[in-house]
């Protein structure tokens, strides 16, 4: 069985895979907004712990944590440049230095405002690989379909929603095949690495246009767009406990703008 990476659909039975997508997309905007109301890092650990013990309840502790890897570069970059270059530097100084127009201050203020800030990211990100892995192309597609949305908006957004798994996946598989052409991308640092980075670049984006050029034929041989209402989705009814689950998403942003 081929092993699947990075960030895709994970068909399982768990509560959160049975949740209607509409219920689970106005969780991820309540959750991005309370990330981004502050900046204060307790409320955001306690963010970021809310999306970690939901991805425990689901049974998706183990692919949840490997997809956060793909965050790693983003998060070592905001770590170095929000400490070095904070907001507002109070407390004990670590470091400081003058290097041109740059002036690099290390203080306690600076690691609790980057730390606040890489738990941000974790919070939003972390429930938007969630949200991917629990939901599928077509359920997603048929409940923008059921809550009125054009067909050509409801197929770009799920179409979105698929890229992103098959993007991750044909990545995986240029550096498979590059490696076994013996080009090893662990070795070096960037400066070293741009000719492999190079090798890894051109292929991704002619399979990017690649499958763009498929993805078109095919939407022309099934006459997308010639019939104003398709039926080829079904309306999806939900159930008291999708309704339940949005009034609770709805009650925690309510509570969180308050005591945020």
């Not at 069985?1 to 106005?26: A, C, F, S």
């Not at 907001?87 to 100084?93: D, E, F, Q």
């Not at 048929?142 to 979105?160: E, K």
């Not at 939407?219 to 309306?235: D, K, L, N, S």
Request: charged share 15%; glycine share 6%; aromatic share 10%.
């Amino acid at each position: 069985m081929k092993r699947q990476r990075g960030v895709h659909y994970i068909k399982e039975n768990t509560w959160l895979h049975r949740l209607d997508p509409r219920t689970k997309l106005v969780a991820l905007v309540l959750f991005s907004m309370a990330a981004m109301a502050t900046e204060d890092a307790r409320p955001l650990l306690l963010v970021f712990g809310t999306v970690l013990a939901i991805a425990a309840l689901s049974h998706l502790t183990r692919p949840f944590i490997r997809s956060l890897r793909l965050l790693l570069p983003v998060l070592i970059c905001i770590l170095v440049i929000d400490a070095f270059f904070p907001r507002a530097a109070w407390g004990t100084t670590y470091f400081s230095a003058e290097v041109w127009i740059f002036h690099p201050v290390l203080s306690t203020g600076g690691l609790l405002f980057s730390a606040a800030m890489c738990l941000r990211l974790l919070a939003v990100g972390g429930f938007s690989f969630l949200f991917i892995m629990t939901t599928a192309f077509s359920d997603f597609v048929r409940s923008l379909r059921a809550s009125g949305l054009p067909n050509t908006l409801a197929f770009s957004l799920g179409y979105a929603l698929r890229s992103v798994s098959a993007l991750t996946e044909d990545i995986g598989n240029i550096m498979d095949a590059q490696r076994s052409r013996a080009l090893e991308f662990d070795r070096g640092n960037l400066v070293k690495n741009r000719h492999k980075i190079l090798a890894l670049a051109v292929p991704a984006t002619v399979s990017v246009l690649s499958r763009a050029r498929q993805v078109s034929e095919a939407m022309q041989c099934r006459g997308f767009g010639a019939a104003a209402r398709p039926t080829c989705y079904q309306v999806r009814r939900t159930g008291w406990g999708e309704d339940a689950a949005l009034l609770g998403c709805v009650l925690f942003g309510v509570a969180a703008s308050f005591l945020l």
